[in-house]
């Protein structure tokens, strides 16, 4: 029997979804909980299982669309009926837009997650009929079952056709570019614009009106734009064209998204780690040989911002339009170069943990990210985020803050170097610290005094430095 598979939802902040590779081919066979496609999102790249046993019939959504969670992606052949996939979902029949119920059923799957729990939610009205929703059912739909609604289903679909809906991705990547959705042209499913169709029309050098051109745009810009962009439409001599990932698409516009609404300002300390070196070094081996786990500066770190921030609680807050939210949670993001891109798990509540707790944690999250393995609810949530650009050899940096957190702060490299000391030359173990902070949040000085915050905390630390 055909089953409609969706894209299940993953989180109340992940509203869509981009297709990044199928697993599984049409005609091949696949087994209940198997993983069927990758999906990327704006959070974190995952494994979809399917729910069912049986064989692939159709793919619905191809390779590099972007489609709402709820929206159908794959077509199975199969005996099963749609069962737990790891937080027991619920499942319920519902009538996909024009097919018959007789011929294909479709499932919401509620809570449907690849690695963990993470929350569920409604399929897509532009796709589902309300009216065929059907809590706690488990068995297909009956064709008999959507009998004398057709008035209820037109109304549905005249409702929808009036009131074009929008994901925020798209709402917000509009309005940054000042671009008028009624001229974009729609490619998604069901006639839904997609993140692509509007980067397309942007890349076309084509704006919403003149009057937002003329306030938004300084004089000639848009026509050395155009240009570039006609210049740009395909490889020249010299030049070769590589295809954005959906995971490099997401990041460069996450960057733009925090650069043209944040107003970023720097800031940057020196700090004296020769305590800190000596005393990691006196303990490393046996720490690594207790736990199983390297023992580097991070977590050391880690655990002076998070004390600090306790005393700076506007460092660890967002902007709120007309008010400053602060967070009452400290949850550290970390930022990893993993294979496909920059992601940024996060340590919750980094701040009830010890440093060995905090090498752990961290170490784990790591590893996660470079093989691929993290869960939505490892990249939710953060409140602050820490990026070790030291670790690449770096000195000094300006970093992009994590929207829309208040600030992110990076350690440099760890370098011996020559300085004055009770008026003596003397060789330490110095580094940077640097952060970019949101001038809406924060001024010079509040920032100023987190830095110097971190700094003592720092410099304070040896021998008598708990671990535990």
């Known amino acids: 029997m055909p089953i409609i598979i969706e894209l299940p939802h993953v989180g109340e902040s992940v509203v869509e979804g981009t297709i990044g590779k199928w697993l599984k081919q049409p005609g091949d066979t696949i087994r209940r909980f198997e993983p069927l496609v990758e999906v990327v999102t704006d959070k974190v790249t995952m494994e979809v299982p399917s729910p069912v046993g049986g064989s692939l019939l159709k793919i619905l959504a191809q390779e590099g669309e972007t489609i709402p969670m709820g929206a159908p992606i794959a077509e199975i052949d199969s005996p099963d009926t749609p069962a737990t996939v790891m937080t027991n979902p619920v499942l319920e029949p519902v009538d996909l837009g024009g097919r018959s119920p007789a011929a ?27 009216s065929a929703l059907d809590a706690g059912a488990v068995a297909p739909a009956e064709a008999g079952d959507h009998a004398g609604q057709p008035d209820t289903q037109a109304s549905v679909a005249q409702t929808m056709e009036r009131t074009p809906r929008y994901s925020p991705a798209v709402r917000r990547l509009a309005q940054e570019h000042n671009v008028d959705l009624s001229r974009v042209t729609a490619t998604g499913m069901g006639g839904r614009i997609t993140r692509d169709d509007v980067l397309k029309f942007i890349e076309g050098g084509v704006q919403a009106s003149p009057e937002a051109t003329t306030m938004t745009e300084p004089a000639g810009s848009r026509t050395a734009r155009d240009s ?128 060995a707790g905090l090498a752990a944690a961290s170490r784990d999250l790591t590893l996660r990210a470079r093989d691929n393995k993290l869960d939505i609810k490892d990249v939710e ?88």
């Open 104 to 130: 294909t059923t479709g499932y919401l799957l509620h809570d449907i997650a690849p690695v963990g729990p993470t929350g569920g939610g409604m399929a897509d009205p532009a796709a589902l009929d309300p």
């Open 228 to 355: 570039a962009s006609e210049s740009g439409s395909g490889p020249i001599a010299g030049e070769e064209h590589v295809a954005l990932t959906p995971v490099r698409r997401m990041i460069a516009e996450a960057m733009v998204r925090s650069v043209s609404q944040i107003p970023h300002a720097w800031s940057m300390i020196e700090v004296d780690l020769t305590g800190l070196v000596n005393f990691r070094n006196q303990v490393r081996a046996g720490f690594q040989k207790k736990e199983g786990v390297d023992l580097t500066f991070l977590p050391f770190v880690i655990k002076a911002v998070v004390e600090s921030l306790k005393e700076h609680p506007t460092l660890n807050a967002s902007w709120g339009g007309d008010k400053i939210i602060l967070k009452n949670r400290v949850n550290i993001g970390i930022a990893v170069a993993a294979p496909a891109g920059l992601v940024v798990p996060v340590i919750h509540d980094a701040d009830r943990l010890s440093v």
């Open 381 to 468: 949530g953060g409140t602050f985020t820490l990026n070790n650009t030291g670790a690449l050899g770096s000195t000094v940096s300006q970093p992009i803050i994590n929207h829309p957190q208040a600030a992110i702060l990076t350690t440099e490299a760890i370098q011996k170097r020559p300085v004055v000391r009770d008026d003596a030359i003397a060789i330490r173990s110095m580094m940077n610290l640097c952060i970019s902070f949101d001038h809406r949040i924060n001024d010079g000085a509040e920032c100023g005094g987190f830095l110097l915050a971190v700094k003592t905390r720092l410099e304070a630390m040896g021998p008598d430095t708990p671990i535990y």
